[in-house]
Nanobody, 117 residues
Framework: VQLQASGGGLVQAGGSLRLSCAAS????????MGWFRQAPGKERQFVAA????????YAADSMKGRFTISGDNAKNTVYLQMNSLKPEDTAVYYC???????????WGQGTLVTVSS
């Protein structure tokens, strides 16, 4: 399983970015895909996930309502729309995938999001 994340960049506070993660190497009909992020000096943090049926899960608190995860099964691609970005959203964002009931076993290379104040 290969995951290729893209869409990161530099944006001003209040701006938006859309991250994409293209998956290949498997049939993803029974997989969940998600996003984590890791800020400098901090642990990796769950952001959001979507399973094969479209059910979504979001991290609590400050990301909820600003971030939206979606998927395109035909393209084996998951997206993370990030709006109203804040400087504290600055991090490397990682795409991940797992089989139903398993741990997050597959990881992309990460894409850097930098939000300037």
């Amino acid at each position: 399983v290969q995951l290729q994340a893209s869409g990161g960049g530099l944006v001003q506070a209040g701006g938006s970015l859309r991250l994409s993660c293209a998956a290949s190497g498997r049939t993803f009909s029974s997989y969940a895909m998600g996003w984590f992020r890791q800020a400098p000096g901090k642990e990796r943090q769950f952001v959001a996930a979507i399973n094969w049926s479209g059910a979504v899960t979001y991290a609590a608190d400050s990301m909820k309502g600003r971030f939206t995860i979606s998927g395109d099964n035909a393209k084996n691609t998951v997206y993370l729309q990030m709006n109203s970005l804040k400087p504290e959203d600055t991090a490397v964002y990682y795409c991940t995938a797992r089989r139903s009931g398993s741990d997050w076993a597959y990881w992309g290379q990460g894409t850097l999001v930098t939000v300037s104040s």
